[in-house]
């Protein structure tokens, strides 16, 4: 039986461990953290990513923990409807809505689909080795010493700020940010929205939220501003920020608990990777495309090489020939996506010029509601290979 170790026990890493698995690999998947707090507010998944879930055999039961979505759209911050979202427009075309989660819950539910003891947590990957027809993972376990394994591959799913993808390829400049800077929140009981997906742009910040099952509402608050900024308080930060924008703004802010909000810094592979494959170590998800927020593609193009790459795996003669394919076959379409986000991020949430914002405004409302449906679908709409 062929072993492969992946290496981040993130969406990556888990979907693509249930992947292989589904092919008949012998899988183990090195997280770092001790303990699974599975850290996070709320995820949304587009239709390319709930297609790769059915055929990894997992769709229905992240359905079980998500809340489908339906009517949404973009405001000005006094209220005023920019564009209306025509969910059910694009679900027709694509075959499924988008669906919203918990970032545990969607954890937990790839997580079960694994057998016990295949994710190993408290990991600490030193490197990578590779070798001829194999690859060498050297890590250590916490309160043990080194130790090594020699496997058929290794899939780096390590994130954003991957090591991996840094001793593969040293050259390359790595993460930058993007300018952006997030700050997330889940609010502790259920809030009345007009529409499930609601997203409001202003001048260089941006006000999205989304329902969530149960009737708790996912928010989030994206501004410009220099890296590694903080706040001593950062839900009374937004609040000053959005002081004044429309409600359920400040009903939101209001039901959410100040320790359950998160800040990070975005970042993204400006400079394309040349390849997404080095002998028998493979990358995946943000270690290889790292995407800024503003297309919602993240976790849905890492589920697309998660089922790429066991069915690619499963069909091509030898596992080399597999990996050929899995880079000529993803690296344009995710490299596509990856500036995509990054232009829709200049003139959504990042533009913060007066004239510049008025003109915006202007052209969203006299966009026609077909051209935004097909906007919409561009990336969601793909046909994800058979797999075993």
């Not at 589904?22 to 297609?51: C, F, H, K, P, Y």
């Not at 890492?302 to 394919?325: F, G, K, N, Q, W």
């Amino acid at each position: 039986m062929k072993a492969a170790m992946v290496v981040g026990g993130g969406i990556a890493g888990l979907a693509t461990a249930i992947g292989l698995r589904r092919v008949g690999w012998q899988v183990t998947v090195l997280e770092r953290a001790a303990v699974l707090d599975d850290a996070g507010a709320g995820i949304s998944v587009q239709a390319n990513g709930m297609r790769a879930l059915d055929v990894l055999g997992v769709g229905d039961a992240v359905r079980a923990v998500g809340a489908a979505q339906g009517a949404g759209g973009i405001r000005v911050p006094a209220g005023a409807w920019l564009s209306h979202l025509d969910a059910e427009a694009g679900a027709r075309v694509l075959g499924s809505p988008v669906y919203s989660f918990l970032r545990a819950d969607l954890h937990r539910a790839l997580r079960s689909a694994l057998p016990d003891g295949c994710l190993v947590t408290g990991v600490t990957v030193h490197h990578v080795v590779r070798k001829a027809d194999a690859a060498e993972v050297c890590f250590s376990l916490a309160g043990s010493g080194d130790t090594s394994q020699t496997v058929d591959l290794v899939v780096a799913a390590d994130g954003v700020h991957s090591r991996v993808r840094a001793q593969l390829f040293p050259d390359h400049p790595g993460a930058v940010y993007a300018g952006t800077t997030v700050v997330r929140g889940v609010t502790s009981v259920p809030v009345r929205t007009e529409v499930d997906i609601d997203q409001t742009w202003g001048h260089g910040a941006e006000f999205g939220s989304t329902r969530l099952p149960g009737g708790r509402v996912e928010w989030h608050s994206a501004a410009n501003a220099g890296e590694g900024v903080r706040h001593g308080d950062p839900l009374a930060e937004v609040a000053r920020r959005h002081g004044g924008w429309h409600a359920p703004i400040p009903a939101l802010l209001d039901a959410t608990e100040p320790g359950a909000v998160l800040q990070h810094d975005v970042y993204e592979l400006r400079t394309p990777l040349p390849a997404y494959v080095a002998d028998r170590v493979v990358l995946v998800g943000d270690a290889a495309h790292a995407m800024t927020p503003h297309l919602g593609q993240g976790a849905s193009q890492a589920l697309e090489d998660a089922v790429c790459l066991a069915a690619y795996l499963d069909s091509e003669p030898t596992i080399d020939a597999a990996l050929v394919r899995y880079d000529r076959e993803r690296r344009p379409r995710t490299q596509a996506v990856v500036g995509a986000a990054r232009r829709t991020g200049r003139i959504g949430q990042q533009l913060q010029g007066r004239l510049a914002v008025a003109l915006r405004n202007a052209g969203i409302r006299l966009t026609p509601s077909s051209a935004a449906v097909k906007a919409m679908v561009k990336y969601a709409l793909w046909e994800p290979p058979t797999l075993g």
